[in-house]
């Protein structure tokens, strides 16, 4: 049930229906954990069983944690890790530690054949495990106090707009939502209505439209492509995870305040960073926090010198890259970003007093460079084998020549959608959507959003699974 689907808008009108009914506020709670599972359930309802694994665990070693001490009060807090990261562990990384084990075993003369069953990832696992865990690591450090509401809690692990791709929720900043019912709602619900309608349109018309065609092309032929339909191709791929995983985000956020809730933004115009470190506070913001505040820090972070620092963020990156996905090419990734970003501190550290860095042409520069090696390390999160990866890396370090796969229009196309993206968020990089968009006169915000949704209405593009749905 996609978010871009007739049966999803149907399913959303019907659960907008009831939670507009007369009905007391612990009622419309129930109701929207009802239509929560249901929406779950819709993709494989045996799934939904791991719900309530990690909702029951977390409610349960939580309770506890708050009235044990010492080696008992850690002990329900490794309950809630083990519990959690053993369902993600096994559902998501099983098959890749038995494909690795064999290939270990092999080296050393072994012969081990993996069964041939594979594991279905359940949809979401990646999200809604954190989140449930972060409530007992939450409890544990004292941040906050045991909810008193168990269908609050369900909930805030559960809530549909989000169950699958993310915000990831802080129990903090939902659960005392759900004190009391918002009486702001109707005011809240045509600035839902245009939130969902500007994700929509980033989804259905510039990622699926748009860049979608030209990334499969590329990726798909990766060794045949030369270094223009390789930088292009990764160009469109930078625009289209930007565009799917951001629209998917701003329909989430859209669909949270019509229903009277506030969701956390997920992006705040990432490409218009200056710097890795800076990218990270833009990109994925609520993963980026969450191993900030639960891995990171918890390593030490920056508190105990320099080659521990160096050691904590690459532990931090790596291991953020092996969320996204079970493959040595995501965990590569990940290992790219914390070398740039040790790269970046110790830049910082030399140039601490440069006059020079500060300057606006020189920011605007560091940009740039920024932009172009976030677009080459999306060749590893994109390309399907490391072959693939390597050629195409090679064709946009060396420009590599041969026949082009993309058709002129294609590439100015892409070019385009791009350029406006960059500009866009360079614009945007210390302006919030909200402001810039309420700045509109109504008859000119009305005349943006109603040709958003002809162009939604009219495109011819496939409809494709929002990418992190894989994740």
Not at 50 to 67: K, Q
Not at 100 to 129: D, K, Q, R
Not at 269 to 276: E, L, M, N, Q, R
Request: neutral net charge; charged residues 10%; proline residues 3%.
């Amino acid at each position: 049930m996609a978010f871009n689907s007739l049966v999803f808008l149907i399913f959303f009108a019907i659960v907008l229906g009831l939670h507009s009914l007369p009905l007391q506020w612990q009622a419309k709670k129930t109701n929207l954990l009802l239509a929560s599972y249901v929406f779950y359930a819709a993709w494989n309802p045996p799934f939904i069983v791991l719900l309530w694994i990690s909702t029951l665990t977390d409610w349960f070693a939580a309770r506890r944690i708050a009235v044990t001490s010492g080696a008992t009060k850690r002990l329900y807090l490794i309950l809630s890790v083990v519990v959690n990261l053993g369902l993600l562990g096994y559902f998501k990384y099983g098959g890749f530690l038995e494909e690795n084990l064999a290939v270990v075993l092999e080296t050393m003369g072994v012969s081990y054949a993996p069964p041939g069953a594979s594991i279905i990832l359940p949809l979401g696992i990646s999200f809604y495990t954190f989140q449930s865990m972060s409530y007992s690591l939450d409890v544990y450090r004292d941040k906050i106090k045991p909810h008193h509401s168990f269908l609050d809690f369900a909930l805030y692990v559960t809530f549909f707009p989000q169950l699958v791709a993310g915000p990831i929720l802080r129990a903090g900043f939902f659960l005392q939502q759900l004190a009391e019912e918002n009486k702001q709602r109707v005011s809240q619900f045509g600035w839902g209505l245009a939130i969902i309608t500007v994700g929509m349109f980033e989804k259905v018309v510039l990622a699926d439209g748009a860049l979608a065609p030209v990334v499969e092309r590329v990726y798909g032929e990766a060794t045949a492509a030369n270094g223009v339909d390789a930088w292009i191709g990764t160009m469109a791929f930078a625009g289209q995870i930007f565009f799917d995983f951001n629209g998917y985000s701003m329909i989430a956020v859209g669909l949270g305040k019509c229903l009277g809730f506030e969701l956390p933004w997920n992006f705040l115009s990432p490409y218009g960073a200056v710097g890795f470190s800076d990218f990270w506070r833009r990109w994925h913001i609520t993963l980026s926090t969450w191993l900030r505040d639960y891995l990171y820090i918890s390593l030490s972070g920056n508190r105990a010198g320099t080659v521990r620092t160096i050691v904590n963020l690459m532990l931090t990156m790596l291991l953020g890259g092996l969320w996204h996905g079970a493959s040595w090419l995501f965990v590569l990734w990940g290992g790219v970003h914390g070398l740039f970003l040790v790269i970046e501190r110790v830049a910082k550290q030399v140039f601490a007093n440069a006059a020079f860095v500060r300057s606006a042409v020189t920011q605007f520069g560091l940009a740039i460079i920024t932009w172009l090696a976030v677009c080459l390390t999306w060749v590893l999160f994109r390309a399907d084998d490391p072959a693939s990866a390597a050629h195409l890396l090679t064709s946009m370090l060396t420009l590599g020549s041969g026949d082009q796969l993309l058709r002129n229009a294609e590439v100015f196309t892409v070019v385009g959608v791009i350029a406006s993206l960059l500009a866009t968020h360079w614009f945007m990089r210390n302006r919030s959507f909200e402001s810039v968009f309420k700045g509109f006169s109504w008859p000119v915000a009305g005349l943006i959003l109603g040709a958003m949704l002809i162009a939604i209405v009219l495109s011819p593009g496939e409809e494709r699974d929002f990418i992190y749905f894989e994740f």
